[in-house]
């Protein structure tokens, strides 16, 4: 089962995807769009290469890509973007064996490394590949918008965030094109949801990070900020300091993360796919080619050598 959901039971002879949502196993409009996005990145990163995430293989694997969901499998993965929620959750990992392409940020290789992991450094989480799938080029209509995570207890006091003069943006939703088209028709997005935060980033719009004490989950922001560059970083506790504190205008340039998130998609866990295999065989063909001319460079010394001494 995927997390335990009894509704979603593991696929053999797949690449199970893993991203926390559904109900009863059926995907609905209510699903929080910062995990189901790992649906539509991942859909999108195979389409480029004709692949089909449900296309059967020989073999039975698991992928993790959008998400604070390492340590919440039990089953050995390909971790592709993926991060701690804490770093605590790592301790869960002590029996899996992982295959690391990617991390959300240096937290988590930090502490994945710690359990003898290997984790290439290499960071991002894959939701800022949105603008390749998705551009919008929408007219600014809000001064300022409002992201709250799908638990937050400020959710209660929607109409009263509204009258401040806020803009609220559902992210209990699984039209990304629609949220996107909000996100990017503010002048400046106020976030307690981490990709609130991420997708008006990669998007091009200033932002301010609504700390929730409540839901504290300070790890996966530290995660995701020192993985742009930025250790610290300020944040507002309350909506009046959101609002008066200045955004972050300085965005932080992804390309670079981007290219590197692309280029370490795990294609070769499908058949065809091949980018990560194809490469290895280059290396070590590479490397016979070498060794074989070592070889005749040392036979044709000694044959040169014996005919000196002859």
Same mark, same amino acid.
């Given at each position: 089962?995927?997390?335990?959901?009894?509704?979603?039971? =593991?696929?053999?002879?797949? =690449?199970?995807?893993?991203?926390?949502?559904?109900?009863?196993?059926?995907?609905?409009?209510?699903?929080?769009?910062?995990? #189901?996005?790992?649906?539509? =990145?991942?859909?999108?990163?195979?389409?480029?290469?004709?692949?089909?995430?449900?296309?059967?293989?020989?073999? $039975?694997?698991?992928?993790?890509?959008?998400?604070?969901?390492?340590?919440?499998?039990?089953?050995?993965?390909? @971790?592709?973007?993926?991060?701690?929620?804490?770093?605590?959750?790592?301790?869960?990992?002590?029996?899996?064996?992982?295959?690391?392409?990617?991390?959300?940020?240096?937290?988590?290789?930090?502490?994945? +490394?710690?359990?003898?992991?290997?984790?290439?450094?290499?960071?991002?989480?894959?939701?800022?590949?949105?603008?390749?799938?998705?551009?919008?080029?929408?007219?600014?209509? #809000? *001064?300022?918008?409002?992201?709250?995570?799908?638990?937050?207890?400020?959710?209660?006091?929607?109409?009263?965030?509204?009258?401040?003069?806020?803009?609220?943006?559902?992210?209990?939703? $699984?039209?990304?094109?629609?949220?996107?088209?909000?996100?990017?028709?503010?002048?400046?997005?106020? *976030?307690?949801?981490?990709?609130?935060?991420?997708?008006?980033?990669?998007?091009?719009?200033?932002?301010? #990070?609504?700390?929730?004490?409540?839901?504290?989950?300070?790890?996966?922001?530290?995660?995701?900020?020192?993985?742009?560059?930025?250790?610290?970083?300020?944040?507002?506790?309350?909506?009046?300091?959101?609002?008066?504190?200045?955004?972050? +205008?300085?965005?932080?340039?992804?390309?670079?993360?981007?290219?590197?998130?692309?280029?370490?998609?795990?294609?070769?866990?499908?058949?065809?796919?091949?980018?990560?295999?194809?490469?290895?065989?280059?290396? =070590?063909?590479?490397?016979?080619?070498?060794?074989?001319?070592?070889?005749?460079?040392?036979?044709?010394? @000694? #044959?040169?050598? +014996?005919?000196?001494?002859?």
């Amino acid at each position: 089962m995927i997390f335990g959901d009894e509704y979603r039971p =593991v696929q053999k002879n797949r =690449v199970n995807l893993f991203w926390t949502g559904t109900y009863k196993g059926e995907i609905t409009e209510h699903e929080n769009l910062g995990d #189901y996005l790992s649906l539509v =990145v991942v859909e999108y990163m195979l389409k480029q290469r004709g692949l089909d995430l449900n296309a059967q293989i020989d073999r $039975t694997e698991y992928l993790y890509a959008i998400g604070s969901i390492i340590g919440f499998g039990l089953q050995d993965a390909t @971790i592709w973007g993926s991060g701690l929620l804490r770093k605590e959750n790592a301790f869960r990992l002590v029996r899996s064996k992982l295959d690391i392409r990617a991390v959300r940020g240096p937290y988590t290789k930090e502490y994945l +490394n710690k359990m003898g992991f290997n984790c290439p450094e290499i960071y991002g989480d894959p939701a800022v590949l949105m603008p390749i799938i998705y551009s919008c080029n929408a007219e600014k209509r #809000y *001064s300022c918008s409002i992201v709250l995570h799908h638990s937050s207890g400020l959710r209660e006091h929607i109409d009263e965030l509204k009258d401040m003069g806020l803009h609220y943006i559902e992210i209990k939703t $699984t039209n990304y094109k629609h949220f996107v088209d909000e996100i990017a028709q503010s002048d400046m997005v106020i *976030s307690s949801a981490l990709h609130g935060i991420i997708l008006a980033e990669a998007y091009g719009v200033p932002t301010v #990070y609504l700390k929730d004490i409540e839901i504290n989950q300070d790890f996966k922001f530290d995660d995701y900020y020192s993985g742009t560059g930025r250790v610290q970083y300020e944040y507002a506790r309350t909506i009046d300091e959101a609002i008066k504190i200045k955004p972050v +205008n300085n965005l932080p340039k992804l390309g670079n993360m981007c290219s590197a998130l692309m280029e370490t998609f795990p294609y070769d866990l499908w058949p065809g796919g091949g980018t990560y295999v194809l490469e290895c065989l280059i290396i =070590v063909q590479s490397d016979l080619l070498l060794l074989y001319s070592c070889y005749i460079f040392v036979i044709t010394y @000694i #044959y040169n050598i +014996n005919s000196i001494v002859q």
